[in-house]
């Protein structure tokens, strides 16, 4: 089969030729229709996050297509299935993480001491087949198409969880920084909600489209953010921690600030301002990741029934190195994905 492999840190994603994989005992084998990139696989081939442990090295973890073998024992799929593999396959079950949460959430990504994660411990989805456990997959929508699901299955699922994870109420304000591949339907999900919504983003040509996608207002930084009187839940889907710590100017009392992009280079930082204080402003900063497939799949439905909608810039596995150098240099607007 074709696979996109990468063979060692530093060196550019590849087309190759690699044995067809078999489904074994619980697993199904899926015939991978669109897979899309996200900026943790750049970065895991870069080698600012760990480098994946299966060789040949196979990115990618927001896979969609059908089912086209099942192994022994998988009563949960059948061939035809329309599936998707995201991050998490699955976790040891034993340990004491697994022990207080079984689920396939991100924290077990961390937290558990032999979790299965696509494109890093197992063979990813930039491929033309990928296997997973059963378990490990999620039904898509009958009428969703796969280029749009695929996103969904990484950065919609963390735009989804962190909206969560901040808990709106009905007459508070949400801000979304950084206007890419999770950013942009980050502000849809929060505008499709009903929650007044704020773009935050240093990009000017990225505020129109963020009008677009459902932003009441789209201002450049943490600055123009508190002159519009800030925010109560500020999203923060940039990969950028130093970034965050200056949006903490355009959190309101009472405010959550929840950190969704991953930055593994610059530390988060709350600066000292005694005119206003963080300890005095009843805030707070929240993690969050994949939280649960129960909000994977709401995600995928509210993007079946149309209230969101992934954009996206498609690429065939010959244009693989330029679509990885375009998300790495965030030219891509707004998430790339490669159909095989």
């Known amino acids: 089969m074709k696979a996109t492999v990468i063979s060692s840190v530093g060196e550019p994603w ?7 994989p078999s489904a074994g005992p619980g697993e199904v084998l899926v015939r991978v229709r669109a897979s899309g990139i ?3 696989d750049v970065l895991a081939s870069r080698g600012i996050i760990p480098f994946p442990s299966t060789a040949p090295a196979v990115p990618g973890h927001e896979a969609a297509g059908e089912v086209v073998e099942v192994g022994a024992g998988v009563t949960s799929r059948r061939p035809g299935d329309r599936v998707g593999v995201p991050w998490i396959q699955g976790t040891c079950g034993r340990c004491a993480h697994c022990s207080r949460d079984p689920r396939l959430s991100g924290h077990a990504a961390f937290a558990c001491v032999a979790p299965a994660m696509t494109g890093f411990t197992a ?7 990928v296997v997973a456990p059963a378990s490990g997959t999620v039904l898509l929508p009958d009428d969703l198409d796969f280029e749009l699901a695929a996103p969904v299955l990484c950065a919609g699922y963390t ?11 009905q007459h ?3 801000a979304v920084v950084g206007i890419g591949g999770m950013g942009h339907l980050a502000v849809q999900f929060a505008a499709s909600a009903g929650f007044e919504t704020i773009a935050v983003t240093r990009s000017a040509d990225k505020r129109g489209p963020a009008r677009d996608l459902g932003a009441a ?8 953010l508190a002159g519009a009187g800030g925010a109560d839940v500020i999203l923060i889907t940039a990969p950028s921690y130093g970034l965050a710590s200056e949006c903490l100017r355009g959190l309101r009392p009472g405010g959550r600030l929840v950190l969704a992009g991953i930055d593994g280079r610059t530390p988060f930082s709350i600066e000292p301002d005694l005119g206003r204080p963080f300890f005095a402003q009843r805030q707070q900063v929240l993690g969050a990741t994949h ?4 909000l994977l799949t709401e995600a995928l439905r509210i993007v079946a029934d149309g209230q969101v909608e992934p954009r996206c810039e498609v690429f065939p596995p010959s244009r693989i190195s330029e679509a990885v150098e375009a998300v790495e240099r965030g030219s891509v607007r707004f998430r790339a994905v490669v159909t095989y």
């Open 14 to 20: 590849r087309l190759a030729e690699i044995p067809t």
């Open 217 to 224: 207002l789209a201002v450049a930084d943490a600055d123009e």
């Open 123 to 129: 063979p990813g989805g930039q491929a033309e087949y």
């Open 172 to 174: 508070e304000r949400v």
């Open 38 to 40: 996200c900026l943790n």
């Open 159 to 169: 735009a989804l969880s962190a909206l969560h994870v901040g808990g709106p109420r």
């Open 291 to 294: 939280e649960g497939t129960e």
